[in-house]
């Protein structure tokens, strides 16, 4: 079956350990072969269709994968992590839009071509069950209840609008990290009251807050919070348990 048919992909994807989707693979490995997912061939074909490209000239996987991004002969590419995964961009609900099957067969036994110019003509079709009592229902980071092919026409959609999310590399964080303690340090050292100098910090944390949001939303890029939050609050405890011992031990030598 893998040597005739000619569009064999994956339709599987796995969740996070908190039960949220959150990523896709992009193909898997097997038997010395790349396989794609269904939804990563289908807009592989949509983009190359629309961009006047042989498929066979932008689809060798192995061969366009550099520090951790698939980049294609035109303007896309689909960055991925250390298992061949893509982090998705979620939209609202009612960004993609779900017709009802009872639908189109309804406009199709009426011959309602108007339906069908709006809501099939020229449009990608994914087909699959949406009700929940079909046990086809994943996490979302919109929603808990969210259907499989939802999940694949939202990973179809990014690939096509080059919209993928980019997980900035862990050294990023760690200097950002450094940075925001630095910047803790010296408050800590410059402001003598303590509320002052626990508000000061929390302004710190909410302003890189802030723009990680807008990073984020404005550039898909994700930068984390964890750690850069979790090191600034160590620093900030260290800082000030050394700011009193010091000040004891020249109090001590005062008097």
Same mark, same amino acid.
């Given at each position: ?5 000619k ?10 350990s908190?039960?949220?989707t959150?990523?896709? *693979? ?7 072969n790349?396989? *794609? ?5 289908? #807009?592989?074909? =949509?983009?190359t ?18 520090? #951790? &991004?698939?980049?294609?002969? =035109?303007?896309?590419?689909? *960055? ?13 609900e009612?960004?993609?839009?779900? !017709?009802?099957i009872?639908?189109?067969h309804?406009? &199709?036994?009426?011959?309602? @071509? @108007?339906?069908?110019?709006e809501?099939? @003509?020229?449009?990608v079709?994914? &087909? ?5 009592? $079909?046990?086809d ?6 929603? *808990?209840? %969210?259907?499989?092919?939802? !999940? ?12 993928? /999310? ?13 940075? +925001?303690?630095? +910047? ?9 009251? /303590? ?7 929390? #302004? ?6 802030? %723009?990680? $949001? ?9 930068? #984390? ?5 979790? !090191? !600034?609050?160590v620093?900030?405890?260290?800082a000030?348990? $050394? ?8 109090? @001590?030598?005062?008097?």
């Open positions: 079956i893998l040597n005739t048919s569009n064999i992909t994956s339709v599987n994807f796995t969740r996070e908190d039960g949220v959150r990523y896709m *693979p992009v193909f898997v490995y097997y038997k010395e790349y396989y *794609p997912t269904l939804s990563f061939l289908a #807009g592989l074909k =949509y983009t269709n629309h961009n006047d490209k042989n498929i066979n000239s932008v689809y060798t996987i192995e061969n366009n994968i550099k520090n #951790g &991004i698939i980049n294609f002969s =035109y303007n896309l590419s689909v *960055p991925i992590n250390d298992s061949g995964r893509a982090i998705m961009n979620w939209y609202k009612d960004a993609i839009e779900k !017709v009802s009872s639908d189109v309804n406009a &199709i036994e009426n011959k309602n @071509e @108007e339906f069908l110019k809501k099939i @003509e020229n449009k079709i994914y &087909i699959g069950a949406t009700a929940s009592l $079909l046990n229902i994943k996490s979302s980071p919109i929603s *808990p209840i %969210t259907s499989g092919v939802n !999940v694949h026409a939202t990973f179809f959609t990014n690939f096509i609008n080059n919209d993928f /999310i980019l997980h900035v590399p862990v050294w990023v964080d760690v200097l950002i990290s450094l940075i +925001l303690s630095v +910047l803790t340090v010296l408050l800590v050292n410059k402001i003598k009251n /303590i509320f002052g100098s626990l508000c000061s910090t929390v #302004g710190i944390l909410a302003l890189y807050f802030i %723009t990680s $949001l807008i990073l984020m939303k404005s550039c898909n890029l994700w930068t #984390g919070i964890i750690l850069p939050f979790s !090191v !600034v609050l620093y900030f405890i260290t000030y348990i $050394l700011k009193y011992i010091l000040k004891s031990k020249d109090y @001590e030598q005062t008097y």
